[in-house]
């Protein structure tokens, strides 16, 4: 949540600056701002709302600069407002923060400094920091540097920051501790994001600031050091991301984009990792684990969101495939439970951007506890894959769109393959068996692409539901995450009030909202619980309820009774949560535009999560 860019080098810094917030809006779009330092001025401009408020705001005024950083916000402390919005100054106006994270103990840090005479100007945890740099800066009659080192032992919480000094224009200081910070590595400059979008059109080279490391840098200078002084060597890594992935590529908004780009991403996840001709699956990230996942006592998936819902895919497959039993949970709940982990325990966290605050605090506890942990990430280099023993990467491509979908059928395709590969080692699945469902799944991306035709009809129906209040969302078996994705992806876009639940609970609950204005989604697919869904499809009838399927191609029961039917191709039960999720991504994509809802980026929402 909130994205940095900071800038030192011989280009302007403006136009890099705004283009990189642009990238970054994903990350919060509360309100934004950028400093600039021009002949010893320090020039900030900031805006609540989003990037483009800021870019109309500072039209015409002195943009000059080759320093420079800015932030686009998602609120935590203080509302969004122009005097909430970063960057903050210190008291004597020549110190100036961006920060990405929480200060926690700011609120006794800011007593302390109101005792000895600092003002603030706004309500944000943030500003505290620059005043607690500037106080010790002043008392200590050090450098920047290790003010900055200093102040930053005395916080806790979680932080990514970069502090800029009027009287110092030839330096940026930028440090991170549980927030992303990616250094941009060119000739003669340097460039500072929260990730590394903001970047790629100027350098591929980059450094992933580690946690508890601040880095000083001047133009053709650059220093790492830890927080306890230990100067570290850099580690330069060349970036795979490619500009045209950043782009929108003729489609209206990302969230299309990415839903149309699912073969293509689902056939990258699979590249390299099944060999259907010998029935075999391999995952090198995680092959080194190969004994002891022959002998774990269970699995824990950990998540947030729809990763979540891909890890209760995930437990379906698992306990099918390799009868390992499979618990799925919250990381937000698990985090503050005491639960019990051994060390014959293994721990899966997914996590599209590899950042969630709450994810990353269930990992550290379950590792503090002795488990095992493996990754399901698909941004590169993120916190996440550095926290975990092992993992396996989506490589879904770079996900803008604030709701999730390619990275959601990219994390279930990796459940898939680990499921399989667990069978496989474990010897619960034969080879014969696992030549069919791998020659299934090699040809999964083709009939996605065949379920995309579904577009204009499921458009259709979408005019006619765009004014509903509430949607309900069914289905049963790995359906049933199925239905809980749809009704997030409807509500967090659309703002129609959406539920997900397992067929069969209908009746003890939700059954009395049903009416003759209720929507029900239901995922009727031809697989093992056909039956049953149909059963609960007539129970909606008997209530008048309007039911909306999602069949199998060719099906002519359901359409006996349902009102709308969308069909997708047919596929064995264990791959049904990839097709069948697709015309639920379009049902909600459509509904949001015909409302006239901003898709890419939903009200109060930012992709990364990285505050609890
Ligand atoms: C919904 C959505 C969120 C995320 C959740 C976890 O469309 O995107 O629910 O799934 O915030 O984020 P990651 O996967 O980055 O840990």
Redesign the pocket.
């Known amino acids: 949540m909130c994205g940095i860019v900071g800038y030192i080098g011989f280009r302007e810094a403006w136009p890099i600056v705004i283009k990189g917030l642009k990238r970054l809006e994903y990350r919060g779009y509360d309100s934004a701002g950028i400093a600039l330092i021009d002949n010893n001025d320090l020039n900030i401009y900031k805006k609540a709302g989003k990037v483009k408020e800021l870019e109309d705001f500072a039209e015409g005024q002195n943009l000059t600069g080759t320093i420079g950083m800015g932030h686009t916000r998602w609120a935590t402390h203080g509302a969004p407002s122009d005097r909430n919005s970063h960057p903050h100054t210190s008291n004597n106006g020549r110190l100036s923060i961006i920060h990405n994270g929480i200060i926690e103990n700011y609120a006794i840090l800011k007593d302390e400094l109101e005792q000895r005479g600092h003002t603030f100007n706004s309500d944000t945890d943030t500003e505290v920091l620059i005043h607690l740099i500037e106080e010790i800066y002043k008392n200590e009659k050090t450098d920047l540097l290790e003010a900055v080192r200093l102040a930053l032992k005395e916080v806790s919480g979680a932080y990514a920051i970069v502090v800029m000094d009027q009287d110092n224009p030839d330096e940026l200081i930028a440090a991170r501790k549980g927030s992303p910070m990616v250094i941009g590595v060119g000739q003669g400059e340097y460039f500072i994001a929260s990730d590394a979008t903001p970047i790629i059109e100027y350098t591929k080279n980059v450094i992933y600031l580690n946690d508890n490391e601040i880095a000083f840098l001047k133009r053709d200078e650059l220093l790492i050091k830890r927080l306890d002084n230990v100067v570290q060597t850099p580690y330069v890594q060349e970036l795979e991301l490619k500009l045209e992935m950043l782009e929108k590529g003729g489609y209206d908004h990302f969230m299309l984009k990415e839903i149309y780009e699912q073969p293509r991403s689902i056939r990258d996840c699979l590249r390299g990792r099944i060999y259907p001709e010998e029935g075999k699956v391999q995952l090198s990230g995680i092959k080194e684990f190969v004994d002891k996942l022959k002998n774990i006592d269970r699995i824990i998936i950990v998540?947030?969101?729809?990763?979540w819902h891909a890890g209760l895919v995930g437990e379906y497959l698992i306990e099918e495939y390799s009868r390992i039993p499979v618990e799925v949970e919250y990381a937000s709940e698990f985090r503050y439970r005491n639960p019990i982990i051994t060390e014959k325990d293994v721990v899966i966290a997914i996590?599209?951007?590899g950042e969630?605050a709450d994810?990353m605090a269930a990992i550290e506890m379950a590792k503090e506890k002795g488990a095992t942990i493996f990754g399901i990430c698909n941004v590169v280099g993120a916190s996440i894959p550095r926290l975990t023993h092992a993992g396996v990467y989506t490589h879904a491509g770079p996900e803008i769109g604030?709701?999730?979908t390619k990275a959601f059928t990219a994390q279930v395709t990796v459940l898939t393959l680990i499921a399989f590969y667990l069978a496989q080692q474990k010897g619960t699945i034969t080879n014969s068996k696992l030549i069919e469902l791998l020659t299934e799944l090699d040809n999964i991306p083709d009939k996605v692409q065949i379920a995309l035709q579904s577009n204009d009809l499921i458009k259709s129906i979408g005019e006619k539901f765009k004014d509903s209040r509430n949607c309900l969302f069914l289905g049963r078996g790995s359906g049933f995450p199925v239905a809980l994705e749809g009704a997030?992806?409807l509500k967090?876009i659309s703002y129609i009030h959406a539920e997900g639940y397992p067929a069969a609970e209908m009746k003890h609950g939700p059954i009395a909202l049903i009416d003759e204005e209720m929507p029900v989604v239901v995922i009727a697919t031809k697989n093992s619980s056909y039956e049953k869904v149909i059963s609960n499809i007539q129970e909606v009838k008997a209530r008048k309820g309007i039911v909306i399927a999602i069949v199998t191609e060719g099906d002519t029961e359901v359409k006996k009774m349902a009102d709308y039917c969308i069909e997708i191709p047919d596929a064995a039960e264990a791959f049904l949560p990839l097709l069948a999720t697709i015309p639920l991504q379009l049902l909600s994509y459509h509904i949001a535009v015909l409302r006239g809802c901003n898709v890419d980026q939903p009200r109060n929402l930012a992709?990364?999560?990285t505050v609890e």
């Not at 998540?303 to 990763?307: E, F, L, P, R, V």
Request: glycine share 6%; hydrophobic share 25%; charged share 15%.
């Open positions: 998540a947030c969101g729809t990763s996590s599209q951007s969630t994810t604030v709701a999730s997030l992806k967090e992709k990364s999560v």
